[in-house]
């Protein structure tokens, strides 16, 4: 066989069905199979993942490489090995619980052919409302910048990659990462690039959310949780020296997957590892969080991180406490600056000091909302909207120059309007048109986070997609002690959908459409029917 175009990497760890439909997803590429190598890694499987693989390398012979080997406990093993005998002169890396669109590897072959690429990002989806940070498919970007963009929220490993740049710098998978090693292998890949590109045109790779949750990730502890944090933390800054570059790395780290650690379900955790996270991210706070990064998190996340820094567990957990059970507290306006009058502020037993509670410099403050009444109503037009009300803790908009709260679940617009306000804060009024829900939403399903930022609207020229600007950063809809709502069917010609209001575990609000099929669109209606009777 001469040298394939491209090596299609697929760790392969206990993943059935789910593994038929990655396989057949390869094999039915347009780019043919006489121009790619399949290297399939089974780790240890103790379903029949190992004999799928067999099956399919029986059936394509010359296009599959099989490897059995002992469990490893994670991907980075299975990747290392199957890089040991990938032959194309790029490598492409596949979930084997995900599927590739039919053309996939043709287009991404043939831009990394014509750009010179040496990493090449194409638009990613969803499937089963798994979430996937869209911002980085704004539009086409031949030749795009790791450092002023999107990308470093975008570092999974689900890119082509020239074969050449991975063998000269030696990058490899720490294989003494149980989860999250593919953020340092993505991260030097991109860093040594000569260029990297994003194709936004079409649907190049489907990420499937597991019904099972068995995805090591999804199971992984707040301890190992950490320690991945700590690890990719401690690559960055060998890697990147100190300055804006590591800054912009290292934010995306601190403002997901440290305030994820932080987050409501920290209350849950027995008391020995709610201090073992205090105390970690207490460490990754004084070494890493620079003033410019802290600038650019949110009130929430700065907060939780100032008192892990400054405080003691039980002062972080009567801040998540108080935000999971009842909101926001009210803000002390006090000699030009603002605190949030979170518990431990001002007590004299505590001793905390002020500037963990102050959100002065923090415009997005204004946009910390809490919502306190969903339904689904009919707007003036007679549309069917989701209709939430929500309540900031700042009662004078105009004078934090947050005038406008811009509320979205992310591209997606919403009509905000101002119901009142009073000495304790300012209630809103925020609606989704159904309608616009499904149409922005891929054929798969789409689930998306509700925030709001204090600012306006405007088209950003650079990629071509709506964002509110004015503020630090877009601050999550919280819906403390509430439920969602039930699902909603909306229909778009031939297409129905169920679009759901819900409450994530960390109490915040999340939009979902899920695609629904003849048969469960037919037994909805029957219910209809059956209850109007």
């Known amino acids: 066989m001469s040298e394939p175009d491209v090596s299609i990497v697929v760790p392969v760890y206990n993943t059935m069905p789910y593994l038929t439909q990655c396989l057949t997803s390869l094999v039915e590429q347009t780019i043919g199979l006489d121009r790619i190598q399949i290297v399939a890694v089974d780790d240890g499987s103790t379903d ?166 068995t995805n090591i990730t999804y199971l992984s502890r707040h301890v190992e949780r950490l320690r991945t944090v700590e690890a990719n933390m401690a690559f960055v800054a060998k890697l990147i020296g100190p300055g804006r570059q590591r800054d912009a790395i290292m934010l995306r780290r601190f403002d997901h997957e440290v305030a994820r650690l932080l987050e409501d379900d920290l209350l849950r955790l027995d008391r020995d590892v709610q201090r073992q996270i205090h105390e970690g991210v207490g460490r990754l706070v004084t070494d890493h969080l620079t003033d410019g990064i802290a ?50 502020f001002r007590d004299p037993d505590r001793r905390l000091p002020d500037s963990c509670f102050e959100v002065t410099a923090i415009p997005d403050w204004a946009a910390r909302l809490d919502a306190t009444g969903l339904a689904w109503t009919a707007d003036e037009r007679g549309r069917r909207v989701l209709a939430i009300t929500a309540r900031t803790p700042v ?86 002690g509430m439920r969602g709502l039930r699902p909603l069917m909306v229909r778009s010609g031939a297409r129905f959908a169920a679009v759901t209001c819900t409450v994530d575990g960390s109490g915040r609000l999340m939009v979902s459409v899920a695609p629904l099929t003849p048969r469960r669109v037919g037994a909805h209606l029957r219910s209809r029917l059956r209850r109007r009777g």
Not at 441 to 469: E, F, L, P
């Open 48 to 213: 029949r993942s190992g004999a799928e693989l067999d099956r399919f390398a029986r059936r394509y012979p010359a296009a599959f490489t099989v490897i059995h080997q002992a469990n490893s406990g994670g991907p980075a093993g299975p990747c290392n090995r199957a890089l040991e005998v990938a032959t194309g002169r790029y490598v492409f890396f596949v979930g084997s619980d995900d599927r590739l669109g039919p053309d996939a590897l043709r287009r991404l072959v043939a831009a990394a052919d014509t750009y010179g690429s040496d990493v090449v990002l194409g638009k990613v989806v969803g499937v089963h409302s798994r979430h996937i940070y869209q911002d980085i498919f704004a539009r086409d970007e031949p030749d795009l910048d790791l450092f002023d963009s999107p990308l470093p929220r975008s570092l999974a490993n689900t890119k082509l990659f020239r074969r050449e740049l991975l063998d000269k710098h030696a990058i490899r998978y720490p294989e003494d990462m149980r989860i999250g090693s593919d953020l340092p292998f993505t991260l030097e890949a991109c860093y040594r690039a000569r260029r990297i590109s994003v194709l936004a045109d079409y649907e190049y790779y489907y990420a499937v959310r597991r019904f099972s949750a």
């Open 295 to 344: 600038g650019r998190l949110g009130a929430e996340a700065r907060i939780r991180m100032a008192l892990t820094r400054d405080g003691d567990v039980d002062d972080l957990l009567a801040v998540i406490r108080r935000d999971a059970r009842t909101g926001a507290p009210a803000t002390l306006v006090e000699d030009g600056r603002r605190y949030a009058m979170y518990p431990g």
């Open 395 to 480: 009662a004078d908009l105009s004078a934090l120059g947050a005038d406008r709260i811009a509320v979205s679940a992310e591209e997606i617009r919403a009509d905000v309007s101002v119901l009142g306000s009073d000495a304790t804060g300012t209630t809103l009024r925020i609606r989704f048109p159904a309608a616009d829900l499904l149409a922005a939403s891929a054929a798969t399903g789409q689930r998306r986070t509700i925030s709001a930022q204090a600012g306006t609207w405007h088209v950003d020229g650079a990629m071509g997609a709506a964002n509110a600007t004015g503020a630090a950063g877009s601050m999550a809809l919280r819906a403390p």
